[in-house]
């Protein structure tokens, strides 16, 4: 079975730092992978995902994952936080050769950015 | 290009009502998913609608159910209403493969 694990539960950085939130995966099959951001009172927004192309994935808002394939993880970086930046981040997976519709979710990792 | 679109975006009943949920996808996608969420278990996948049939569905019990209609517009149902299914129930619809874009959610509060 599919799983995903988030480590930490919260992150908080300070503006203009490194951001740097992980996720390891577990999947019997080649994964699709995904990272999506959700802001209070929000829905989810897609911010990049890893269909088995390029392992470094560039996303939206300067955020950016490298697929690592031998440590089964997904971390998603930023070089430099924002403090719009402060929302609830997911990680995702799913099975490449299933429906498109079963996303494996993380708990989610709350960043916080202080000025 | 519209987003996903759900309706309401808020509702409270009682225990023992039920209660019906619909989501808009964008306009030519034909895969509406459903998700619930909660501080608890976290993003949990209930089912997915293609072309008007379920074709996956998560580990919830028969109390959910849904449909999806010719225009891939979809509703949920939840009967018999119990505390524990209070929750941010988001949509999701997709056109390319495993790429889901959400609805804003509807938050349900069961008292």
């Known amino acids: 079975a599919q799983s995903v694990t988030q480590l930490g539960s919260h992150v908080s950085v300070s503006e203009g730092a490194l951001v740097l939130l992980r996720c390891n995966y577990s999947?019997?099959?080649?994964?699709?992978l995904f990272w999506y951001v959700q802001y209070p009172n929000q829905g989810l927004q897609l911010l990049l995902k890893?269909?088995?192309?390029?392992?470094l994935v560039k996303g939206i808002n300067g955020f950016e994952a490298e697929f690592k394939k031998s440590e089964t993880s997904f971390h998603l970086t930023k070089p430099s936080a924002h403090m719009s930046d402060a929302a609830e981040y997911f990680c995702?997976?799913?099975?490449?050769?299933?429906?498109?519709?079963?996303?494996?979710f993380g708990k989610g990792t709350k960043l916080s950015v202080k000025p | 290009k519209a987003g996903v679109t759900q309706t309401p975006r808020y509702l409270i009943k009682t225990r023992g009502q039920q209660v019906t949920l619909s989501c808009s996808p964008i306009?030519?996608?034909?895969?509406v998913s459903w998700y619930q969420q909660t501080p608890g278990q976290g993003l949990q996948f209930l089912f997915e609608?293609?072309?008007?049939?379920?074709?996956n569905k998560g580990n919830f019990p028969g109390r959910f159910s849904g449909r999806q209609f010719s225009n891939s517009r979809s509703e949920m149902n939840v009967s018999t209403l119990e505390l524990g299914d209070s929750a941010l129930y988001l949509c999701?619809?997709?056109?390319?493969?495993?790429?889901?874009?959400f609805g804003p959610g509807t938050r349900l509060t069961v008292l």
């Open positions: 999701a619809s997709s056109m390319e493969v495993h790429e889901q874009f």
């Open positions: 999947s019997s099959v080649p994964p699709y």
């Open positions: 890893y269909t088995s192309a390029a392992t």
């Open positions: 995702a997976v799913s099975d490449q050769g299933r429906s498109q519709g079963n996303l494996i």
């Open positions: 306009s030519g996608h034909r895969s």
């Open positions: 609608y293609f072309s008007e049939t379920q074709r």
